[in-house]
């Protein structure tokens, strides 16, 4: 799902080179610490994390607040980006932080608690929403949005898991959820995305930060 590309307001392209069009004096440019009011394009991933809690999440807000630390979230300005930034969204992903727990073996017939039914139970029944100013840009069920990375290592207790970590889908940076077309989110238009389930879940690790990473190129002036 995906829009066609179009040039934004205050950008333009000529002979290949995207500048940015301003109202400051003409006097002022001599002074630029921009280069020539251009942009350049890189490859960049915008994410940003936010705490499942067992039995009482139903809604997880993403990109709308500045993280304490990168670890964490790298959005600069809140909800938005910072002017002339802008970011065409190629790709997205969905991880979460579970570690390996020791946890004992469920009787026979019955769900095996832990990591792996955790990330199960998340991905089941959770839909991710991506919103773009006002409108919805896109709505998927969350077991679409795989990760792409992460540990690979398994634990196993005899024939039975009942230690171990795990991956949402292959741990492959190529094993993502690609848009059919790409998104243009321009400077200070605001986003967000949120993911959602019917009901509270209950969860073996609690207060697991679980991530939402927007693949694609930044815009962004060229000093």
């Known amino acids: 799902m995906g829009v066609d590309l179009l040039p934004p307001i205050g950008l ?14 003409p006097a002022y440019e001599r002074y630029n610490t921009q280069y020539g009011g251009a942009l350049e394009t890189v490859g960049f991933s915008l994410y940003d994390s936010q705490i499942y809690d067992s039995t009482v999440t139903t809604l997880l807000t993403y990109f709308t607040t500045v993280q304490a630390t990168i ?34 073996t469920a009787a026979t017939g019955n769900p095996q608690t832990g990591a792996l039914d955790d990330q199960v139970q998340l991905l089941n029944s959770g839909t991710l929403i991506l919103t773009i100013g006002a409108k919805n840009y896109g709505q998927w069920p969350l077991w679409m949005i795989t990760a792409g990375g992460g540990a690979v290592a398994q634990g196993f207790t005899g024939v039975t898991l009942s230690t171990g970590g795990v991956t949402n889908g292959h741990p492959d940076p190529r094993a993502v959820y690609s848009l059919a077309k790409p998104l243009f989110i321009a400077p200070q238009i605001s986003f967000k995305v949120d993911i959602q389930w019917p009901a509270a879940l209950t969860l073996t690790q609690d207060d697991i930060a679980h991530y939402v990473v927007l693949d694609g190129d930044l815009l962004r002036p060229v000093q």
């Open 12 to 25: 333009t392209l000529t002979r290949g080179v995207i500048t940015m069009e301003t109202n400051y004096p």
């Open 71 to 104: 670890a964490r979230g790298n959005l600069q300005i809140a909800g938005a980006l910072a002017n002339p930034n802008a970011f065409l969204i190629r790709a997205i992903r969905f991880y979460s932080r579970f570690r390996p727990w020791d946890i004992t």
